[in-house]
C-alpha cells in the first residue's frame, strides 16, 4: 500500500490471533491512496469528504456514508477530492473464516440505500459488506442504538467497533470507558459487554467482524438471560 500525502492513525492493532485491524487515514485534495495487498481484505468506509475509488476499469464515487469493498490481490486507488476525505479502512486477513458467497461482488455500498434490520430491543443496523455482496472474511455495518443500555451479551465473532459522534460508554467487567468522537474498540469472541447509548439522541456505531454474520447474533448469560426474561 502507498499512502503518500495521507495521515494514517493505526486505531485498533492487529493481533497474532486476530485477522482484525483498523485505520483512519485522511487524505487532502487529490491525494492518492494505493491499495495492493496480496492478503488481506480491505474494506473502506467514508467517513468525511468525498472522492473516487477506482479498481481495474471502473471508477466510482465515494461520499460520507459510503463503503468499498477491495478483495486480495487486487489493485485500487483512492483520490481525495477537492475537499479532502477521511476514510476507515479495516483489513481482513486470511486466516479468517470463510463464508460462502451469497449474492454477486459490489463494489461500493451505501447507508442511503442499505436496508435496516432489526436487532436486540429497539436496536437497528444496516449491513453494508458482507456474503451477500461479496465479503466472505467479514461483515461491515452501521449500528443504530438508542439512549440507554442493553443486558450484558456477547458474540460468537471477532469485532472492532467505531463510534463517529457520541456520547457512549463501554462497559467491560467492572472496567467503564467513555466513548466519543473518533472512538474504537476491540471486542473478542465471548467477551461480555455492554456499549451504552449515554446520550439524548440514537448513537450510530460502524462495526466489522468475523466470520462474517448477522451484526444481531447476540447471546446473553444465563443469568442475565433469566432476569432479563422474567425481570428480575
Do not use: C
Not at 456514508?65 to 481482513?92: C, K, M, Q, Y
Amino acid at each position: 500500500m502507498s499512502s503518500s500525502s495521507w495521515h494514517q492513525v493505526d486505531l485498533v492493532p492487529a493481533l497474532d490471533d486476530s485477522a482484525l485491524a483498523l485505520v483512519a487515514s485522511e487524505g487532502g485534495s487529490g491525494a492518492a491512496l494505493r491499495l495492493n495487498d496480496a492478503e488481506r481484505d480491505t474494506l473502506l468506509y467514508a467517513v468525511r469528504g468525498a472522492g473516487t475509488l477506482a479498481l481495474g476499469e471502473e471508477s466510482v464515487s465515494l461520499v460520507a456514508g459510503d463503503a468499498a469493498l477491495v478483495l486480495a490481490g487486487e489493485e485500487a486507488t483512492v483520490e481525495a477530492g477537492s475537499d479532502g476525505l477521511s476514510v476507515l479502512r479495516a483489513t481482513v486477513g486470511p486466516e479468517a473464516d470463510r463464508h460462502a458467497p451469497i449474492g454477486p461482488r459490489t463494489l461500493v455500498s451505501s447507508l442511503r440505500t442499505a436496508d435496516a434490520e432489526q436487532a436486540t430491543g429497539a436496536r437497528s443496523f444496516q449491513v453494508l459488506f458482507g456474503p451477500h455482496n461479496g465479503s466472505t472474511r467479514a461483515t461491515l455495518f452501521a449500528g443504530f442504538i438508542p439512549p440507554g443500555k442493553a443486558p450484558w451479551h456477547y458474540h460468537l465473532y471477532d469485532e472492532i467497533v467505531w463510534v463517529p459522534e457520541g456520547p457512549g460508554r463501554l462497559h467491560l467487567g467492572d472496567t467503564v470507558t467513555d466513548l466519543g468522537p473518533g472512538s474504537a474498540f476491540r471486542l473478542r469472541p465471548r467477551q461480555v459487554h455492554i456499549v451504552e447509548n449515554t446520550g439524548d439522541s440514537e448513537l450510530t456505531v460502524i462495526g466489522i467482524f468475523t466470520p462474517a454474520g448477522s451484526p444481531s447474533a447476540a447471546y446473553l448469560e444465563p443469568e442475565v438471560a433469566a432476569e432479563y426474561r422474567f425481570g428480575g
